[in-house]
Every structure is written in structure tokens, then in C-alpha cells.
């Protein structure tokens, strides 16, 4: 299975972007969902998550307020809504699904990952 990842570009700051996330198959059981990103030079950190349902949602305190996780549960698609972005928000944001549940701190807890999208702000 495959996660497939779009909606990247360049932005200024302050502005808005929504990223989308959704498996390649539509066979597959829904999951806890999350958002990681990777700025050059630095370790992959994650962003934002959301349990089984949407029943909880969790973010990064660099994001808090800022960007909002959601997900179709029909489609199995997951988003991130990200709103007055900062030069610092500049990455590859990789979307992730769990299999078993667990930290959303830890990447070793996602047994599935996309390709990664570019997202870049720069006036």
C-alpha cells in the first residue's frame, strides 16, 4: 500500500496551504493518521495527528493554532490544513498511517508513509 501526497508549493508567509494524503488502494481499514516533516539539515519531526475517527487530534507546539488535521473517512483521506505559514514551516511534509497504534511522537509507530510533498514560504 501506497500513500500518495499532494497539495505542496511555494507560499508566501503567511499564507495558506492544504495538504491531502489518501492510500493508492481503497482496500484498506482505517487508521490513526498523521503528518511528519523534514527541513534540510534537520531530523524528520511530526506535526500533527488524528486517532481512529478523529476522536483526538494532536499537533506540534510550532503548529498549534496554525494547522489543523482532519481526515474523510469514506475516502480515507487525511489533510492538513495549514494557515499563516512561516519561513520556518518550509519542508517536506510526508503523511503517515499507523498500523498499530502508539506514540505519534515516534515514526517508528507508522507503518506506512507517502512520498513527501515540497512545501516552501518565501516571499
Known amino acids: 500500500v501506497q500513500l500518495q501526497a499532494s497539495g505542496g508549493g511555494l507560499v508566501q508567509p503567511g499564507g495558506s496551504l492544504t495538504l491531502s494524503c489518501a492510500p493508492s488502494t481503497t482496500v484498506f481499514a482505517i487508521r490513526p493518521k498523521g503528518w511528519y516533516r523534514q527541513a534540510p539539515g534537520k531530523d524528520r519531526e511530526p506535526v500533527a495527528h488524528?486517532?481512529?475517527?478523529?476522536?483526538?487530534?494532536y499537533y506540534a507546539d510550532s503548529v498549534k493554532g496554525r494547522f489543523t488535521i482532519s481526515e474523510d473517512n469514506a475516502k480515507n483521506t487525511v489533510f492538513l490544513e495549514m494557515n499563516r505559514l512561516k519561513p520556518e514551516d518550509a519542508a517536506v511534509y510526508y503523511c503517515?498511517?499507523?498500523?498499530?497504534?502508539?506514540?505519534?511522537?515516534?515514526?517508528?509507530?507508522?507503518?506506512?508513509w507517502g512520498q513527501g510533498t515540497q512545501v516552501t514560504v518565501s516571499s
Open positions: 488524528i486517532t481512529w475517527s478523529g476522536g483526538s487530534t
Open positions: 503517515a498511517f499507523q498500523k498499530y497504534g502508539g506514540s505519534w511522537r515516534e515514526s517508528a509507530n507508522y507503518a506506512y
